[in-house]
């Protein structure tokens, strides 16, 4: 953890000086200046977008309507399926230390959770309902890069224009109405040595089951006649299931290939519970040819094989899989998905109790073994870096050959720990082979 805690404190060293020399340049020029690559081009583009109406200086954001948003919330087609994950979002945010925002489209914060000290802290700088967080007001953010771009973004410390904000890393992702509209955002929030990649993927999966709760509202409005022509309508339904009604799935990929749907198992082939998993993987989707790039790699396959492994699965899923860009429309529950939200969460307990094995064992493409090997460093670190023996211990029984895994379990064992004696044996077995 302190070579982690290290880079990240390299890396705010380094945006704190390139903020500290770009800045005023950028404000002087209006345009981004030849050699300013250590930036990502699309944050200095937004830095000197932002610098014609906000103060790098300002020490919090702009209030919207006096700070009383209470009615737009109570309008949103997003407080039915946000409220329905309140739970979750409230023990992800307080378990991991991070405060979660929901804005409307406009970039005004409408909702927000997490624990006491951390809402206070976001409160010092207005990360509250009310709160107004577009680029016009609060410059470079997350939040603000994800309303404009319409893509899942990840603003750390002085990537941030206004200064009071580089203490923060902010993860965020568009929830997309059933007609493509852009209804807000879904922001997590942290401190900066508290950032993590394992943050996104959160944020994508929450993102995901709220869009698909609201295409579950939508075919409840349709049945009962009071749909509105654009599907957005102020949510009223259950949040189970799709707009179709059809029944979701649960996927088991770790250490098993299985998928179940309404009780029965699907019959799917090797290929089509490849593409299955790596879409419940990235609830964003995949680009054709990047999911084909995914399954085959440089293998030459023709495009009407893949084509047709796609078609199979979406008519196995009752048509849950969208055409043109491939993502799945139907709620999947896939044991990978929840072990990357139990880390995400620093709930190693959870993890492992769903690690169960490799990622479909027996898969060779390239974007499941990438996924895979994601998973067993991401657990294995997780590991690494608990103070608790059980997680040791458990994840050594699987790992009978890393060494490193069982002198970890012997540093954290207490001294006359009888199970010292095991993780020795397992200690001494690894070391010999």
Known sequence: MSSVRSDLRQRRA????????????LRAARRVPAGAAPLRREVADSWVR???????????????DGGEVRPRWADSPLRRPVIDLADELNSIADDAG?????????GTLLWTCGGRVMRRRAERVNFAPGGRWDEQAMGTNALSLALRTGRPNAVFSAEHLVAALHGW?????????????ILGVLDLSTTWDRSHPLAMSTVRTL??????????DLGDRRRNGTASATGTGTAGGSGTGTATGTPGVRLTCLGAEEAVRGGARLRLRPRQL??????????????????????????PVTASTFKAEVSHLRRALGGGVATRRYALTTPVDCDAVAVLRALAAGDTDGALARYKGPLLPHSEAPGIVAWREHLEVAVREAVLASRVPEHALG??????????????????????????ALAAGRLSTALRD
């Open 274 to 299: 490849e593409i299955l998993t790596l879409l419940a993987l990235e609830p964003e989707g995949y680009a054709p040819e990047r999911l084909r790039d995914a399954l085959y790699g440089e293998r």
């Open 50 to 64: 932002s610098l014609g109406s906000v103060d790098p200086g300002a020490v919090s954001a702009p209030v919207t």
């Open 207 to 216: 993102v995901s089951t709220i869009e698909t709760r609201l295409r579950a």
């Open 169 to 181: 890393a902010c993860y965020c992702a568009p929830i997309h109405a059933p007609d493509g509209r």
């Open 395 to 420: 994840y050594g029984a699987r790992a009978p050959h890393d060494a490193e895994v069982h002198e970890h379990a012997l540093r954290v064992l207490p001294p006359g720990d009888p199970r010292r």
């Open 14 to 25: 380094a945006l704190e000086s390139e903020w500290a020399r770009w800045v005023p340049e």
């Open 98 to 106: 991070f405060v979660a925002g929901v804005t409307d489209e406009s």
